[in-house]
């Protein structure tokens, strides 16, 4: 089969189209090849290469077809150290993403102050494009239970930026 591809239809790397070639050959224009009084062996190779060409499409996976040249990404593909799922959906409040972007910030600084070294460890974690729950961030900052942590955690945060806005008299709404 490899050598048939090779040979009569060109085919620089015949193993990826081992299918396609087989389903060509097994194709219902098959049947008219005994019958080629007027057909020229030129006209009867380049139909079976546009049927194995058809075929080998039909056996990619659709993440591998391409459509006017760009490919389709899988929600599970990474993309720097995320995947696609991870960047096109962040379930982080805007209250929270504003904390994280001001690092800078003096109000961030005493969240952090106030938590223990293991959880601030988690808060921090938590900051990682990657992660996108609280049991996420504590397991990624070696937490022994990830998912009490976590929770331990996002509470005490809660109520830090809660009591920093009570004080500094902003509205905090739930």
């Given at each position: 089969m490899d050598a048939f591809a090779r040979?009569?239809?060109?085919?620089?790397?015949?193993?990826?189209?081992?299918?396609?070639?087989?389903?060509?050959?097994?194709?219902?224009?098959?049947?008219?090849?005994?019958?080629?009084?007027?057909?020229?062996?030129?006209?009867l190779i380049e139909l079976l290469k546009r049927h194995t060409t058809k075929a080998h499409t039909d056996w990619l996976p659709l993440w591998e077809r391409r459509v006017r040249g760009k490919r389709t990404l899988l929600l599970s593909a990474l993309v720097g150290r995320a995947t696609t799922e991870d960047w096109l959906a962040d379930s982080r409040t805007g209250e929270v993403q504003a904390l994280l972007q001001e690092v800078e910030d003096s109000r961030l600084a005493a969240v952090l102050r106030s938590l223990v070294p293991d959880h601030q460890r988690v808060l921090l974690s938590w900051s990682d494009p990657g992660v996108t729950t609280w049991s996420e961030a504590a397991q990624h900052a070696g937490a022994s239970d990830p998912k009490r942590t976590g929770e331990q955690v996002r509470r005490r945060v809660r109520y830090m930026v809660d009591e920093q806005r009570r004080r500094t008299g902003l509205r905090v709404e739930r």
């Open positions: 040979t009569w239809l060109s085919i620089s790397e015949p193993a990826q189209w081992r299918k396609a070639v087989e389903a060509a050959l097994t194709g219902p224009w098959v049947a008219h090849l005994g019958r080629r009084t007027k057909t020229e062996d030129e006209v």
